[in-house]
């Protein structure tokens, strides 16, 4: 796994020198990517939601869209539409924005519902059928989808099904007073995404997404994150808990995100810093709950604290052991 992470570890450098002080997001962002999972970025305007975006493109040399949703988008503007050429009397198939390696997806909750829906094929089958013909998705291919969480106005809620087909939730935040210094100290005669330089191939990427896929995870963690998806769905204030596809979500992120650290293990130390943004935007919340405030990524560190990492042992038998490293102790 050292190449995994050595590689791993260029490509955060290379996005962390316009995205400041966000590691652990950068390294997230990293994960989907090599686990081939799509990215929701929810944050307030101006936090660099777009830059990392584009930043992670130049880093892979990856073809890069982006969609700038807006309530008179129509899904064909998305995908694609057949124009009827006049010379050959044949339709031709002029590809949509949606037809490259890394796509942003920005305010995606300013489309209606008719539109955000013409990403759900791309994203879960990696296809889109157009007038009755299937057009491949080009090889990697990542939605990183960007929205607002204060402005409502002229908003639609994404539907759950397009929720849950996202595999991360990042969330930005503002950046720390002495970070936001030296964000404006490199900004002070040009942006530096023009500086940012390509530290990895596709076909690399394509490798290290192999690679990833062979992390060794032990039973033990597995029951640890079947339980802790299980809880979400029996949960007092939760009306709709994460789905199979969160479990296998989790699953998938921890061996890219053991692999990032250099092991060819998962512990349930990378389910855990993981869990946040691979279940709480599966979660739906009661009313009632959601009228008293209760977030889902509180409900989310609730169960990490109350979830044993080892399962209980039945009645009359003693508690089941295991590697000290496996069982968080």
Known sequence: MAKVQETGEKIVANVERVIVGKHQEVRLALVALLCQGHILIEDVPGTG??????????????????IQFTPDLLPSDVTGLSIFNQKTREFEFRPGPVMAQIVLADEINRATPKTQSALLEAMEERQATIDGVTHPMPDPFLVIATQN?????????????????????????????????????????AHPL?????????????????????????????????????????HADVYLGASPRGSLALYRAGQAYAALLGRDYVIPDDVKALADAALAHRLIIRTASAIRDVDQGQIVHELLASVPVEAPAPAGRGSRRGPAELTGE
């Open 194 to 234: 023009g500086s940012i330089d390509q530290v990895c191939g596709v076909d690399e990427l394509r490798e290290m997404q192999t690679l990833v896929r062979e992390i060794y995870v032990d039973s033990a963690v597995s029951d640890y994150i079947v339980r802790l998806v299980n809880a979400t769905r029996v």
């Open 149 to 189: 969480p204060i402005e409502y106005e002229g908003t639609f809620p994404l539907p759950e099904a397009q929720l849950d087909r996202f595999f991360l939730r990042l969330r930005l935040g503002y950046p720390q007073p002495l970070e936001e210094i030296v964000i404006l100290d490199e900004q002070k005669r």
């Open 49 to 66: 939601k777009t830059v990392l975006a584009k930043a992670i493109a130049r880093s892979l040399g990856c073809s890069f869209r982006r």
